[in-house]
């Protein structure tokens, strides 16, 4: 429910607050005062567009607030879901600053313009031109439709299987795509896991074949050098071992003569170990290295092959062979499973595509066996509002299953004695419309979420006795509901719980917009201005309190 609104800097607005009755609010005044202008703003809380054309004084920011009361709205996981926080008393913010730009808050956070949309269709159902065009769409009318009939149970089943199904569907048809590919590849990747494979690669042998090849090729050479190196180290007369042997006894002797010497028989004993081993590894070595052509060819042509596979995939490692290999292994394994993968797939998918056609029949059950109810309780309305011929029909074609289901419907309406009722978008005028929406919504605020319902001149085309039933249905709806109406008729105006007036001041240099409550003796006159125009007879005056007093 609205609790208050304010209006600042918008259109003809300088400054505007109102406080609207939880029941029926009727708001009046001249063409042009500002009523729609009024409308504009509300539409702004709920998400509408807007740009700097629409402030009132180009230099400072519009800025209009709403205060909601939502206890019983059941928005608790909305607000959790968009992670806001939740009080019964919300306040809507919009902001449209002179450089165009605009800002959104909920509860002083701001959000985006989306989430105010979503939010604004649970605070407010503003009647327009817009739902004329809206009630003929064939998702619009599904949405009455359901709430008529009560489908949110169905539907909502229906929905997490049509997931399910299209889930499964998407799997199966990514899996056969990608057995086409995998197919038409197969032949090429099964040569070359099998060229790869030829190999045995391992990790890491890349370097170790390329150092034995290094020493197979330089293996006489190395054997040359190693021998130099040992009898430069071995030899019996001029070795180095053979000269360290006669520094040796000169150590030894020092040691005799002062204990400081005896570090350095330590160091040169350790010296003399290592060369002793250095000598035995490489003579280790010259035993183990041999001059052999037959393994180097064979070393040169395994690092050939993997050169040749590297250079073919562009890699640089044996070790980006393996993944490779693996990618392929991989890949073949897939084809030769694919069979199998299919048909465990198709299986799923015939399976929860039969669960969504069950549930659609279910579903579409359901919405047919509001049809008759709901087109009767139409046309009983309609002829209550000065339609007495008005046919109300529902056509229903079973298409191919969608999220919202397998049926495309359709209004039927006529409202002409012997014109067979046809597609609401090529019969009904501008006036039947809004009688249409107006009976429409009255069956439906029991069924949807319409908490504060705001109807724009509603009663157009209307008058005497219809426009009276109009205002009692009003004032039905207005007993669950907070209704506000703008009117241009004293019989409907008369019925509110409030009165608002809408009126120009040209009190200053630039006209404004202003609203105001009207008390009792206000509220008289301005339904006997209504009546007879701006300069009232008694008779109006009495007519005005006749009306107000009904």
Known sequence: MLKSLSITNYALIHSLEMEPSKSLNMITGETGAGKSIMLGAMGLLLGNRADTKTLFDSGKKCIVEGQFSIEDYGLESFFALEELDFEISCIIRREISPTGKSRAFINDTPVKLETLKELGKALMDIHSQHDNLLLGEGDYQLDLIDAFSQCQAELTEYQSAYKAYQQNKKAYE??????????KEADFNKFQLEELSS???????????????EILENAEEIK???????AAINDDQFGAIQMLGT????????????????AFNERFQSVLIELKDIAESLEDEDQNIEVDFEKLETVRDRLSKIYHLQKKH???????LIVLEQELADKAFRVDHLEEALAKLKKEMLFSEKSVLSKAEALSKKRKSGFKPFGDQLRELLEQLGMENARVEFSAQTIVPTKR?????????????????????QVASGGEFSRLIFAIKYIMADKMALPTLIFDE????????????MVRMMQDIAR????????????VAAKGDQHYFVYKDNSAEKTISKIKLLNPVDRITEIAKMIAGANPSATAFESARELLEK
């Open 174 to 183: 990514k899996l056969s795509q990608s057995a086409l590919e995998l197919n």
């Open 199 to 213: 190999l045995k690669l391992q990790e890491g042998e890349q370097a170790d074949l390329e150092s034995m090849q």
């Open 224 to 230: 040359t050098k190693i021998n130099e190196i040992l």
């Open 247 to 262: 520094a040796n006894q000169g150590l030894q002797q020092l040691r005799r003569y002062a204990q400081k010497f005896d």
């Open 314 to 320: 562009g890699l640089d490692s044996v070790e980006a």
């Open 405 to 425: 289901g397998i049926d495309q419907i359709d209004i039927l309406f006529s409202s002409n004695k012997g014109i067979k009722p046809q597609a609401l978008k």
């Open 458 to 469: 509603i009663d157009t085309g209307v008058s005497g006795e219809v426009a009276l039933q």
């Open 480 to 491: 669950k509901h907070q209704v506000i109406c703008i009117s241009h008729l004293p019989q």
